[in-house]
């Protein structure tokens, strides 16, 4: 979790050191030819979300697929030119860090089982083509808080109240940005530890997440 909010303050300390400078289309060179190639750019996003868990011990609990909601910052920047004369942020590579609060709906026999997380996807992303993009990397993922406090099956009581834990999912997907700043994004996170100690089971989500950002610098 520490490396996320180091990436996080490394990207907001360059926004506050370069953002004086954001209205100089010249590059600071008074010439009118820009050099800068890169671009930094901050948004918001909304999510929805179809969860699965895997098995839990010996038990059988009766798990179904849920849907859940989300929603949080993007902080992103895009590098390069596609070509000689494209605008800066036009390359073939960006990376993205979206700090969220997340909620995952897993269906038993007896309640539904909510998780409310903390996320952090920080993710590599290579354009295909100007607007097209696939996007890999690790989502951090910590519990914030889990109800109800208890579950019933097999004639036995499940604690899952006090589930917490920390865990870095394999996320995958694509997204497709337009030139005004609108994005949709369509992810796979695998989880890859257990939810918790005394909760010993993988979440996993499909996302599919729309949203806006807006640049802030070229550098």
């Known amino acids: ?71 949080g910052a993007v902080i992103a920047a895009h590098f390069g030119k596609r070509t000689q004369g494209s605008d800066p942020g036009t390359g073939l590579f960006g990376i993205q860090i979206e700090p969220s609060y997340v909620q995952h709906t897993i269906g038993t026999s007896s309640d539904d089982i909510k998780l409310s997380y903390f996320e952090a996807p920080v993710l590599m992303k290579f354009y295909l083509t100007p607007n097209f993009n696939i996007e890999v ?54 989880g890859t530890s257990d939810v918790s100690k005394n909760f010993k089971t993988k979440v996993s989500a499909i996302s599919l997440s729309v949203g806006y950002k807006f640049n802030i610098f070229k550098f």
């Open 1 to 71: 979790m520490k490396k996320v909010f180091f990436l996080a303050a490394i990207m907001m300390m360059a926004i506050s050191a370069n953002a004086q400078g954001f209205g100089d289309d010249d590059g600071g060179n008074g010439f009118g030819l820009d050099k800068r190639k890169n671009v930094v750019s901050i948004g918001i996003k909304a999510e929805g979300n179809f969860s699965s868990m895997s098995k839990y011990d010996d038990v059988d609990l009766g798990l179904k697929s849920g849907i859940g909601f989300g929603g």
């Open 137 to 190: 990397g690790p989502n951090f993922c910590g519990t914030l808080s889990s109800k109800p406090d208890y579950i019933y099956a097999e004639n036995a009581r499940i604690a899952t109240g006090d589930i917490k834990g920390f865990d870095v999912k394999a996320c995958i997907g694509a997204s497709y940005e337009t030139k005004s700043g609108m994005f949709a994004s369509l992810r796979y996170n695998l």
